[in-house]
């Protein structure tokens, strides 16, 4: 079963930051948050990743708690183009396994003119 | 970031037959493939793990015999569809891990996916 919990569904007016947040209170020490953006019928796009620091890189911004129970994607300036379903994983490794990401229903963003 | 490939990314096929899907990683090495399938307003429910030169772990639930998935390669997965019917029918991901030697945090690539219709 997937490990994060996501709001089915946000919208976002254009060229504004959109801040899509996901709860993973049960994350371990050594497992990585993941954040992937789906377009329809289309495979998952990567966009970050992070353990315990923020990142960012080119697409978007990773915020992760001190906790690390929850974290937030964001989106600086988003766009019609970025109207998505966004899916955050915890990446699970079991013995003897190179991780696995099982998907949740994420959450579809609606970006609006 | 790293290109996944897969092929055909469409196909029909009739009940019965077996059909081939094929995962490339085209411009690294990827010792771990991924193959999910997603059915209409779902989300990606994962099949199998394959690891490069040894046999697929499959989920539960996963029939092991109809869903043959071979890693012959560094950089070439295949999953046939065995016996087909139209309840196969769905999309068809896979998925590359990028580094060699290095699995805690590297990055996981999705190819374009293969759409398969059993008619």
């Known amino acids: 079963d997937a490990k994060t919990t996501q709001p089915p569904s946000m919208d976002c007016a254009e060229g504004r930051a959109a801040n899509l947040p996901c709860n993973h209170s049960t994350i371990s020490g050594n497992e990585y948050v993941y954040w992937y953006r789906q377009i329809h019928s289309q495979g998952p796009q990567y966009i970050i990743h992070?353990?315990?620091n923020n990142e960012t890189n080119e697409m978007a911004s990773l915020i992760i708690t001190e906790d690390r129970k929850s974290s937030t994607l964001i989106l600086p300036h988003a766009t019609l183009r970025d109207t998505a379903v966004y899916y955050c994983i915890v990446r699970v490794y079991g013995s003897g396994n190179t991780g696995k990401l099982i998907f949740g229903q994420g959450t579809t963003l609606q970006v609006k003119p | 970031g790293a290109v996944v490939s897969q092929h055909p990314s469409w196909v029909i096929c009739k009940s019965g037959t077996s059909v081939k899907i094929e995962c490339r990683s085209l411009?690294?090495?990827?010792?771990?493939m991924f193959w999910y399938r997603q059915f209409p307003k779902q989300s990606l429910m994962l099949m199998a793990t394959s690891n490069e030169g040894s046999k697929a772990t499959y989920e539960q639930g996963v029939e092991k015999d109809k869903f043959l998935i071979n890693h012959a390669s560094l950089t070439l997965s295949t999953l046939t569809v065995t016996s087909a019917h139209p309840e196969d029918s769905s999309f068809y991901i896979c998925?590359?891990?990028?580094?060699?030697?290095?699995?805690?945090?590297?990055?996981?690539?999705f190819g374009e996916g293969s759409w398969l219709t059993v008619v």
């Open positions: 992070g353990l315990k």
């Open positions: 411009d690294f090495q990827a010792t771990t």
């Open positions: 998925s590359a891990s990028s580094a060699l030697g290095r699995t805690f945090g590297n990055t996981i690539y």
